[in-house]
């Protein structure tokens, strides 16, 4: 192209001051410029990072990260029920009617088992997993600790004792076999929150467990127990009706749901910041 030309356009209409830059390029090709300036200059959006715990539950086969003002995230999905989520070691767990066991983030089954699993219970420093098999397991290393003769729907780690209970409507020590407690149904949840452990289930209500004294009542089942910021909360509902999570003392309703929930579970500032940043 004629370099002529080009000046004389530049000098009857206004053009893109890069163009002329460009232009005068030509003339002095040592001449160093910026070339930043020909560059788009995009704005990345910063991730805003949390420094507090995060309350986990699913829906379905979803699982998700709660918000409290703002969409709640989506963390992953499995095509079945889920029923277990856990943190062992800064890592987060998910089981439920698939038969196995995974390691949420990365999608990574670990373990895999006969029938349902319905509890995961990490216990100084080791993962558990129980359900409709009768037994209880340390997870990854796939090793039976525990069997019962009736399905174990809950475990619990409370002041270095591991404990179990279900369809037998017992709280059992699990490596000791020992009885602490019974109800008149089947026992779905177990939660060590403050010093004190707490049971709740198929009977609606929840119970200081070795003072065998009922703390909160429902009018339907409670699946699930979770100590989150220094605060007791409790999910559940039956099998075709809505699931709601509810923050025991004062009652105070924070999820509500189309399907009853089984699971919900506080993780760390860090594995919130995770989820956020996979967005």
């Known amino acids: 192209m004629n370099i ?13 001051p890069n163009l002329r830059k460009l232009a005068e390029l030509t003339h002095n090709p040592d001449l160093k410029v910026d070339k930043s300036m020909f560059e788009k200059q995009v704005q990345i959006p910063q991730i805003s990072q949390s420094n507090s715990n995060g309350l986990v539950y699913h829906n379905r086969g979803k699982i998700y990260l709660f918000r409290e003002n703002e969409d709640d995230v989506l963390i992953t999905e499995r095509n079945d029920w889920v029923n277990a989520i856990e943190v062992n070691n800064n890592t987060l767990y998910d089981a439920g009617d698939s038969c196995k066991i995974f390691d949420t983030f990365n999608n990574k089954q ?3 088992r ?36 009736a399905r174990i729907w809950a475990l619990g780690s409370h002041n270095n004792t591991l404990y179990d209970a279900g369809c037998n409507q017992k709280v059992l020590e699990t490596f000791s076999n020992k009885e602490v407690a019974s109800r008149n149904n089947y026992i779905m949840t177990l939660c060590s929150h403050n010093n004190t452990l707490y049971d709740a289930g198929y009977y609606n209500k929840v119970f200081d467990t070795f003072n065998n004294k009922e703390v909160a009542s429902r009018n339907n089942y409670i699946m699930t127990l979770c100590s989150h910021n220094n605060t007791l909360y409790e999910a559940g509902g039956s099998i075709g009706s ?23 579970c506080s993780i760390s500032p860090d594995l919130v910041n995770k989820i956020l940043s996979r967005r």
């Open 114 to 149: 006969d029938e349902s699993i319905w509890a995961l219970c990490s216990h100084n420093n080791t993962l558990y997993d129980a359900g409709n098999y009768c037994k209880v397991f340390d997870t990854l290393n796939n090793k039976e600790v525990a069997s019962r003769d």
């Open 4 to 16: 002529l030309k080009v000046e004389n356009k530049m000098k009857d209409k206004k053009i893109n």
């Open 110 to 112: 670990v373990a895999s």
């Open 242 to 264: 809505s699931g709601k999570v509810f923050e025991i003392l004062n009652n105070k309703l924070i999820i509500s749901l189309d399907n009853h929930i089984n699971s919900i």
